[in-house]
């Protein structure tokens, strides 16, 4: 469990960070320069923050007030940083045995490198150097080195960005394997949504060095609590109208002249807001039964761009379009575009199932 | 066949190997300080570093004398508390060496620190307290430059001229180095003997930094 509350300003950048993360893994999301990694950095104790506190499963490791601030070693966290950091002129055993404690006794520090090597699958590297692995294998022995002395709290710096695009989905999956086993607090830092989603069960959206938001990965993605977090989360339909209570006690969304019927949450207060739909959550429908669906709209396809796998549609509506512009952004699969034969100029029918269709509240 | 005159070239090596390992001993944390350290005045510090490398070295050596002569600062203060007579004795030829050899070691041994990623420092820290991490870490990965830095400070310590000829004089068997004796003998024109000499000093510094290559290959 970790719970903190910190605050440092530097030139021109306040951190000012609030987190709490039960025995589970946990992102950071933000992009660079937003303080994640220096939110890492302040946990390990590399960092010191001026005000505020750090609890790592209920033990204040920093708490400016009191005059507390552990030291690195100290705290019981394993950090595994952004390029690994590995001691070159160590070798892999080395390197493991580094992290552990001074206590442990020789014949025990031999046991548990062994078994770290054998965990990490890398008996036959135990003599190696750093600059004699590859980019995964360095990410393994910066793991081991991380987890051998038994920490309390995983911190995670970017774990893939030194890798090799081909070789990233293999690793997030091997590392899932090998984190399986580890009962503590993760807490993973990355600027890729994709990855925080599959790495994460609870995200945290940090930016400016506030966090934005912090719930569930689907929470984050589908219910993104203001305009920031929704442009984060690559929502990008971001809209604007104006919402009441319809008499079913949804929200009925005026926008463009249509009405937009949206199930969720919304503000206190009715009257002007924004709402966003994610462009893959928009429906194209064929026209035979098109009656049958909510939120129904016209529009006309002004550009496309393919990218393999999907494509993504920009669409205009044919009453009350903004003309020269498009107003959604959907994303179709490919066999979809072509199954219905899309192209530039089409009129095609939309909906925006209210579901989807979220309320945003006034960025602070 | 003349006698070689051996004493200066042994007096020679006595002096530059102290001044080496004096220059060590003061500019490993002088330069670790101007690598890691943020404190007030460090621009400063790094500024006064140098100084002895650009003054002449005869301005470096009058500074010197004002400060260790028998009225000076700290001259008094040895010589009236300690009985200690620093000037022209060998120890103040020690003394002149370190001295012009500081600057060319702390620059060598600053930018081994500074070489040195950051972060694996501070992954060693989350694992060991620092002064750990500084001996098994930090100093294992730069003593290739501290390393570099004490030869530099050897070569020059042997070819110390200006500052030890003010400090220490040139008393024959006594602070008369090979570089002092070698101008002598020029002086009193005896070109075989500055010959030789100049031949052992070139000898001599050649093979050791043979040797000292030798040590230092990389192993990872």
């Known amino acids: ?364 | 066949m003349t006698l070689i005159p051996l004493s200066p070239l042994l007096l020679s090596l006595k002096i530059a190997s102290l001044a080496t390992v004096a220059a060590l001993l003061l500019g490993t944390p002088i330069a670790w300080m101007l690598a890691r350290g943020r404190f007030p005045g460090r621009a400063v510090l790094e500024a006064i570093v140098v100084v002895p490398l650009i003054l002449p070295p005869t301005v470096t050596g009058y500074y010197l004398l004002l400060l260790i002569g028998r009225r000076g600062l700290l001259g008094r203060v040895l010589e009236e508390g300690l009985n200690i007579g620093l000037v022209f004795t060998w120890k103040a030829a020690v003394l002149a060496s370190t001295i012009a050899a500081l600057p060319l070691f702390i620059k060598a041994a600053q930018g081994a620190f500074e070489g040195i990623d950051r972060r694996i420092e501070d992954a060693g820290r989350t694992f060991k307290p620092a002064l750990i991490v500084l001996c098994t870490i930090t100093f294992p990965l730069a003593w290739r430059g501290i390393l570099a830095g004490s030869i530099l400070a050897f070569a020059r310590a042997m070819g110390e001229f200006g500052i030890t000829l003010m400090i220490a004089g040139s008393i024959p068997g006594r602070t008369q180095t090979l570089a002092l004796a070698i101008y002598d003998s020029v002086q009193a024109n005896q070109p075989q003997e500055a010959n030789a000499m100049s031949i052992l000093a070139t000898a001599t510094v050649l093979l050791i930094l043979v040797l000292v290559g030798r040590m230092t290959k990389v192993k990872y």
Not at chain 1, 44 to 71: E, H, M, Q, Y
Not at chain 1, 142 to 155: D, N, S, T
Not at chain 1, 356 to 363: A, K, S, T
Request: net charge neutral.
């Open chain 1, 1 to 364: 469990m970790l719970d903190l509350a910190l605050d440092r300003r530097f030139k021109g950048f306040h951190l000012q960070t609030h987190l709490q993360i039960g025995d589970e893994i946990a992102a950071l999301y933000g992009p660079s320069g937003s303080g994640k990694s220096l939110t890492l950095l302040a946990i390990a104790g590399l960092v010191r923050p001026t005000s505020g506190t750090i609890r790592i499963n209920g033990r204040t490791v920093f708490d400016a007030k009191a005059g507390i601030n552990l030291a690195p070693h100290q705290r019981r966290v394993g950090l595994v940083f952004q390029e690994y950091a590995l001691f070159p002129h160590k070798t892999v055993s080395g390197n493991l045995s580094f992290g552990l404690a001074r206590g442990v006794p020789t014949h025990e520090a031999a046991c548990r490198v062994d078994e770290m090597l054998q965990l990490l699958r890398l008996q036959s590297f135990a003599q190696h150097y750093p600059h004699q692995l590859s980019g995964g294998q360095r990410q393994r022995v910066a793991l081991g080195r991380a987890l051998i002395g038994r920490p309390e709290i995983l911190l995670l710096d970017e774990p893939f960005s030194a890798l090799d695009l081909a070789i990233r989905e293999t690793l997030r999956q091997e590392l899932l394997q090998m984190l399986a086993d580890y009962k503590g607090t993760i807490l993973l830092v990355t600027h890729n949504l994709q990855e925080a989603y599959l790495m994460a069960t609870t995200i945290a959206i940090i930016d400016g060095g506030k966090v934005l938001q912090m719930g569930t990965r689907e929470e984050v993605l589908h219910q993104p609590r203001t305009r920031r977090v929704a442009e984060h989360t690559g929502a990008k339909n971001i809209l604007r109208g104006v919402a009441g209570r319809d008499p079913d006690d949804a929200w009925d969304i005026v926008w463009r002249g249509h009405h937009l019927r949206a199930d969720g949450p919304g503000p206190t207060t009715p009257g002007e807001v924004e709402f966003c739909i994610r462009p893959e959550d928009v429906r194209l429908v064929w026209p035979e039964r098109a009656e049958r669906r909510d939120n129904l709209l016209r529009g006309r396809i002004v550009h496309e761009l393919g990218r393999g796998l999907d494509y993504l549609l920009f669409v205009s509506l044919v009453d009350g379009g903004d003309r020269g512009k498009y107003d959604l952004e959907i994303q179709v699969r490919s066999r979809l575009h072509h199954l219905m034969t899309l192209h530039v100029g089409k009129e095609v029918w939309l909906s925006l199932p209210p579901d989807r269709l979220h309320l945003l509240q006034p960025d602070e």
